[in-house]
C-alpha cells in the first residue's frame, strides 16, 4: 500500500507542480483582468497546500511515524500565515511572490523531512522565526524613508561582518564561510549580500560621476576579495555580478560592464593558476567521471541520482540522495531530481525564474531610483544564486556550492531569503503608493501603462 | 538588456538539463560507481543478452518462487565478452546494466507494474556477436591461452572476441574462491583481448615502415642486404634463427619480416615524429570502447640509446598493445585510414519485440591518410603472396596481413601474433588480431587461426 502510494503520488505531485507553473507565468501576462488574476491566484493557493498534502501522505505512509503528522500541519499553519499576511494584512503586496514563496518553502519541507527528520524540524523553528521577523519589513520599508543615507554604515557592517569570518571562521568543505554566534552557526555573508545591495543603490542612486563609481567600486572590491581570501568563491561570484548588474543600471554606460566582466576574466584566470582549489573544482567539472574517487565524488554523485532518477523520479523513499555529500544544503536539487523527477525539478526551478522576473519587473517598476537598484540587486542576488546551484549540481557550470533559496537547508539563508522576499513586497507597496499618485495624474491624460510586458520594454 | 541575459542563462541552463537527461544521463547511470542502479533490479528482470542472429547469451530464470537465475547457455565461450552480472558486472553485462535494467514497454503497463509490485521484464540488448565466428575462433585457438578479436572495419561491429583461459559464468559462484585465488594460474577473469598487454613483436614493423615511408620519399629505391643480423653502435639485432634474407626491397623485408632491415630504418628515424605516428595510432590512449580496455603504451624518446631504437623498431622494446588495439588499426588500415568506432551493442528491443534504440555506426576519425592505407595494404597483401603468412594466400578471398613473434623471455616460447584482413567483394571485410601465449611464431600458429577465421566467413556465403 505505502508502495502505491509513492508510484502514485510522483505523478500527482509532478501535474501539480506543473499546473501551478503554469498559472505562475500566466498570471504575469499584462492586461489579464483582475478577476482572472485572483482565480489563479486562488487555484494556485489549493495547488501547494496539494503539493503539501500529498508529500506528507507519502511521507507517512513510508515512515508510518505520528510525528510526521503533527509537523505537517504545524508546516500548513506556517504557510497559512504567510498567505494571511499577504493576503489580508499586506493587500497590495505581490499575491504571486507570495504564493510562490509558500510553494518553494513546502516542496523544500517535504524534501527536507525525507532527507532528516531532525534537521527539517530546525529549519523550521528558523522558518517560523523568519516569517514573523520578516513580517514587519514590508512596512519598515514602505514608512522609512532614511534608509538611503546609510550606505557607509551597510558597508562597514558588512565588511567587519566579513572580516569576522576570515578570521574567526570554522572552515568546512575547503571554504571559511560560518561563524559561531552564541553556540549558532551564522553565515554573515548570507546578510551581507542585503546590506551589500542597499549599500550600492545608496552611492549609485543620485550621482554616478567618476569618482564616486570609483569609491563604490574599491568597496565593493573590498567585499569580494575577502570573500575569495575565506575561499567562498560562490559568494564572491554572486557579489560580483550583482555589483556589474547594478553599476550598468545605475550609469548605463556599456564601458563600466565590458570593464569588469574584463578585469573578472582575468581574475579568474589568475585564481586558476595560483589556487589548487579552484583548479579542483574545474576539473572536477570538465571530467568528474576521472576524479570520482576524490573531487569529482560529490559531483558524480548528484549526476547519478538526476540521471538514475529519469523524467518522472524514483518516488520519495525509493531513491539514494543520502549518497551526496551535503545533499540537504548545495545539493537539494539533485535529491528532488532524483525522487520526485526532472519534470518535477525543472517546474521548480521555473517557479524560481518566476519570481526573479516579479523582483526585476518591480525594479522597472519603481520610479524611485534607490528602490529601483535595490529590486536589482536583490533580484539578481536571488536569481544569480539559483542559477549558481542549479548549474553547479547539474554539472552547467563548476560547482560553487551555494543553496538553493527556501529549499534547502540552512538557517541562514533562509532568514536572508525571507528577507530579501519582504524587501521586495515592500516595494510591492511602495509601487502602488507611487502609482496612486501618478494614476490620479495620469487618468486625465490617458492610459497608464501597464502590465509586464510593457515594463521588461523600460528597461531592455 | 540585463532581463534578457538572465533568461538566456536560465534557459540555457534548463536547456541543458535536458539535453543532459536526455543524452548524457546514460552514461552516469550506467557508471559503475553508481549503487542506485541496483534499486532498478528489484522493478526489473533483468533482460537478454542475444547474439547478432537472436541466439541466447544470457538471459534470466525465474522460478515459482520468484527466485531469479542468470544463466548463460553457451557456457565457457562468451564468458569475457559477455561477462558475467553475479560478482560485481564485467563484459556486456556491465556496459549494458543500463538497458538491462530498463523496461521499455508500453509505460501504461509499467506504470500498472509500478502500482501492482509486479516486476517489469527488462530489454533484451542485441549484440553485433556472430555465434558461429566466435566458435570457430574459440576452437582455433584450443587449448592454447590467447586472445582473438574479429571485427567488421566498414562498420566498427566487433563480430568475435575470444580471451583463453576461460570459465563458465553459470559457475562463477561456485568457483569464484578459486578463480580469484592468488595461485590460481594466470588471471582466468582478465579478458586477455582488451586488458592482455602484449610486446607486438614484428607486427610493429607496420608503424616503423609507415614512419619510413613518410620521411623518405624515395622508399621504392630502398634496398638492404641482410647477413643475418646488424650491428649499430655496438648492439647487434638477429634475424630469426639468424637467417640471411640477402638484398631485398622494403616490401620484401616486410614480407619476410626481416630484423635487420627495421633495425637499421630504426636508426634512421626521427623519433619524435615516431611517438607523433604512432600516438596517431592510438598509443598511450584510451581506446574507444566501454568494455574497460588497457592503454597500449609507445614510450621512446629522442634520447634513447640506439639499442631501445632498434629493439623498438622491430616490435620488441618496451612498447605493449593489446589485441583489440591492433585490431582497431587493421580495421582502420582495411577502411581507408578511417576507424569507425568500435560496438559490440547493435540495438536493444522490448519484450514485445519492438525496437528500443539503434546504434548506428560512427566514424571515430582517420588514423591515417587514405594514402597510408593504401600503401600498408599493398605491402601487407606481399606478406600474405610470398611472405611469412603466405598459407592465407590462393584463397578465394584476398587477405592481407603481417605476423609477428614476440620473444619476452628468454626461457620461453614467443607470442605469436598475427594480424590482418580479408577482402571478397560478396561480403563485407573482416579484421582479425590473433595473439597466441608462449607458442613460437607467428606463421606457424597464429595465421592459421586466421585462416579458419577467414575461411569460415566466407564459407558461410559460397
Request: glycine share 8%.
Given at each position: ?18 499546473l ?45 511515524d ?10 500548513v499553519a ?5 498567505l ?39 529549519q ?25 543615507r546609510?550606505s ?6 558588512g565588511i ?9 571562521g ?14 549558532i ?12 545591495v ?26 569580494v576579495?575577502?570573500l ?37 576574466s ?41 540521471g ?15 549518497k ?103 516595494l ?7 502609482g ?25 | ?31 559503475s ?45 562468451f ?7 553475479t ?7 556491465s ?95 582478465v579478458?586477455?583481448a582488451?586488458?592482455g ?5 614484428s ?52 614480407a ?14 626521427d ?16 581506446l ?25 623498431a ?13 585490431a ?106 590473433v ?28
Amino acid at each position: 500500500m505505502a508502495k502505491l502510494i509513492v508510484e502514485v503520488s510522483k505523478y500527482v505531485m509532478m501535474i501539480l507542480l506543473a499546473l501551478y507553473t503554469f498559472d505562475a507565468f500566466r498570471v504575469l501576462r499584462p492586461k489579464l483582468p483582475e478577476e482572472v488574476k485572483n482565480g489563479i491566484w486562488k487555484r494556485q493557493i489549493v495547488l501547494i497546500y496539494f503539493v503539501h498534502l500529498d508529500g506528507f501522505l507519502v511521507i507517512y505512509a513510508a515512515t508510518d511515524d505520528i510525528r510526521m503528522v503533527a509537523f505537517y500541519f504545524a508546516q500548513v499553519a506556517l504557510n497559512t500565515l504567510i498567505l494571511i499576511c499577504y493576503y489580508l494584512i499586506y493587500r497590495n503586496a505581490s499575491k504571486s511572490i507570495g504564493n510562490n514563496m509558500c510553494m518553494l518553502l513546502s516542496v523544500g519541507f517535504v524534501m527536507l523531512t525525507r532527507l532528516s527528520f531532525e534537521k527539517a524540524v530546525r529549519q523550521y523553528l528558523i522558518a517560523v522565526a523568519a516569517v514573523v521577523i520578516a513580517a514587519f519589513i514590508p512596512v519598515i520599508i514602505r514608512k522609512t524613508s532614511g534608509l538611503r543615507r546609510l550606505s557607509w554604515l551597510y558597508a562597514a557592517v558588512g565588511i567587519a561582518a566579513l572580516l569576522a569570518v576570515l578570521i574567526f571562521g570554522r572552515t568546512s568543505y575547503g571554504a571559511k564561510i560560518s561563524i559561531a554566534v552564541a553556540g549558532i552557526a551564522v553565515q554573515p555573508s548570507e546578510f551581507v549580500k542585503i546590506l551589500f545591495v542597499f549599500f550600492v543603490a545608496g552611492m549609485l542612486y543620485e550621482n554616478t560621476d567618476f569618482t564616486r563609481v570609483c569609491v563604490t567600486t574599491a568597496a565593493a572590491a573590498a567585499h569580494v576579495l575577502i570573500l575569495v581570501a575565506s575561499r567562498d568563491l560562490g559568494g564572491a561570484l554572486i557579489f560580483y555580478v550583482t555589483y556589474l548588474v547594478m553599476l550598468y543600471v545605475a550609469t548605463r554606460k556599456l564601458f563600466y560592464f565590458a570593464g569588469g566582466v574584463l578585469s573578472g576574466s582575468i581574475a579568474a584566470v589568475i585564481a586558476y593558476n595560483l589556487f589548487a582549489h579552484v583548479r579542483v573544482r574545474v576539473l572536477a567539472w570538465q571530467d568528474p567521471l576521472s576524479v570520482i574517487e576524490n573531487e569529482g565524488y560529490q559531483i558524480c554523485q548528484s549526476l547519478f541520482a538526476i540521471g538514475t532518477g529519469g523524467w518522472f523520479g524514483m518516488g520519495l523513499y525509493e531513491g539514494l540522495p543520502n549518497k551526496i555529500p551535503v545533499v540537504e544544503q548545495d545539493f537539494i536539487f539533485s535529491a528532488i531530481a532524483e525522487e520526485l523527477g526532472s519534470i518535477f525539478a525543472l517546474c521548480l526551478l521555473m517557479v524560481c525564474v518566476c519570481c526573479f522576473l516579479l523582483f526585476f519587473n518591480i525594479a522597472m517598476q519603481m520610479r524611485d531610483q534607490f528602490y529601483k537598484l535595490v529590486a536589482l540587486g536583490l533580484g539578481t542576488v536571488y536569481g544569480f544564486q539559483v542559477f549558481l546551484t542549479v548549474g553547479g549540481v547539474t554539472k552547467f557550470i563548476p560547482s560553487t556550492g551555494v543553496t538553493l533559496p527556501f529549499v534547502s537547508y540552512g538557517g541562514s539563508s533562509l532568514v536572508a531569503t525571507m528577507m530579501i522576499f519582504a524587501v521586495i513586497q515592500g516595494l510591492y507597496l511602495l509601487r502602488q503608493d507611487e502609482g496612486n499618485k501618478n494614476g490620479e495624474k495620469k487618468r486625465e491624460t490617458g492610459k497608464r501603462k501597464t502590465g509586464f510586458d510593457a515594463e521588461i520594454q523600460d528597461l531592455a | 538588456m540585463v532581463t534578457y541575459s538572465f533568461l538566456a542563462l536560465f534557459l540555457s541552463l534548463m536547456g541543458y538539463f535536458v539535453y543532459f537527461q536526455l543524452y548524457l544521463s546514460e552514461d552516469f547511470i550506467n557508471n559503475s560507481y553508481n549503487t542506485r542502479q541496483e534499486l532498478f533490479e528489484d522493478e526489473v528482470i533483468r533482460g537478454e543478452i542475444v547474439a547478432s542472429d537472436g541466439e541466447v547469451l544470457a538471459r534470466t530464470s525465474v522460478d515459482a518462487e520468484g527466485n531469479e537465475t542468470r544463466e548463460y547457455p553457451y557456457e565457457n565461450l562468451f564468458a569475457h565478452v559477455v561477462g558475467y552480472s553475479t560478482a560485481g558486472k564485467t563484459g556486456i553485462e556491465s556496459t549494458a546494466n543500463f538497458h538491462l535494467l530498463r523496461s521499455s514497454a508500453i509505460s501504461v503497463e509499467n506504470a500498472a507494474n509500478d502500482l501492482t509490485g509486479e516486476k517489469s521484464i527488462g530489454d533484451t540488448v542485441v549484440t553485433t556477436l556472430d555465434c558461429a565466428l566466435q566458435q570457430t575462433a574459440y576452437d582455433a585457438l584450443g587449448g592454447y591461452d590467447g586472445a582473438v578479436v574479429v571485427m567488421e572495419p566498414e562498420t566498427g561491429k566487433i563480430l568475435a572476441m575470444v580471451s583463453k583461459p576461460d570459465f563458465d559464468p553459470n559457475e562463477l559462484a561456485r568457483d569464484w574462491e578459486y578463480l580469484t585465488s592468488e595461485d590460481s594460474e594466470s588471471s582466468v577473469l582478465v579478458n586477455r583481448a582488451t586488458q592482455g598487454l602484449y610486446p607486438p613483436g614484428s607486427t610493429f614493423k607496420l608503424f616503423t615502415m609507415l614512419e619510413y615511408m613518410h620521411e623518405n620519399e624515395d622508399y621504392e629505391q630502398y634496398s638492404f642486404t641482410c647477413g643475418g643480423s646488424y650491428t649499430f653502435d655496438n648492439k647487434t639485432i638477429h634475424c630469426h634463427n639468424n637467417k640471411k634474407h640477402g638484398t631485398m626491397d622494403l616490401k620484401q623485408a616486410l614480407a619476410y619480416s626481416c630484423n635487420s632491415a627495421f633495425a637499421e630504418m630504426g636508426t634512421s628515424l626521427d623519433v619524435e615524429r615516431f611517438v607523433e605516428l604512432c600516438e596517431d595510432l592510438l598509443f598511450n590512449t584510451s581506446l574507444p570502447t566501454k568494455l574497460g580496455a588497457a592503454k597500449s603504451s609507445f614510450v621512446l624518446g629522442a634520447g634513447d640509446p640506439p639499442e631501445d631504437v632498434m629493439a623498438t623498431a622491430i616490435g620488441q622494446g618496451k612498447t605493449l598493445v593489446s589485441p583489440y588495439h591492433m585490431a582497431l588499426v587493421t580495421s582502420a588500415i582495411c577502411n581507408r585510414g578511417v576507424l569507425m568506432t568500435p560496438y559490440v551493442i547493435d540495438h536493444t528491443v522490448n519484450y514485445k519485440g519492438n525496437v528500443v534504440k539503434s546504434f548506428e555506426p560512427k566514424e571515430y576519425g582517420a588514423l591515417m591518410t587514405e594514402s597510408d592505407a593504401e600503401f600498408l595494404k599493398d605491402y601487407m597483401h606481399a606478406v600474405t603472396s610470398y611472405g611469412t603468412a603466405d598459407e592465407l594466400g590462393g584463397q578465394s578471398y584476398a587477405a592481407y596481413g603481417k605476423t609477428g613473434s614476440a620473444e619476452f623471455s628468454a626461457e620461453k616460447s614467443a607470442h605469436a601474433w598475427f594480424v590482418g584482413f580479408a577482402h571478397r567483394a560478396d561480403m563485407p571485410d573482416i579484421a582479425v588480431a590473433v595473439v597466441v601465449e608462449n607458442v613460437g611464431t607467428g606463421s606457424e600458429y597464429a595465421v592459421p587461426i586466421a585462416k579458419k577465421i577467414f575461411d569460415a566467413y566466407y564459407e558461410s556465403n559460397p
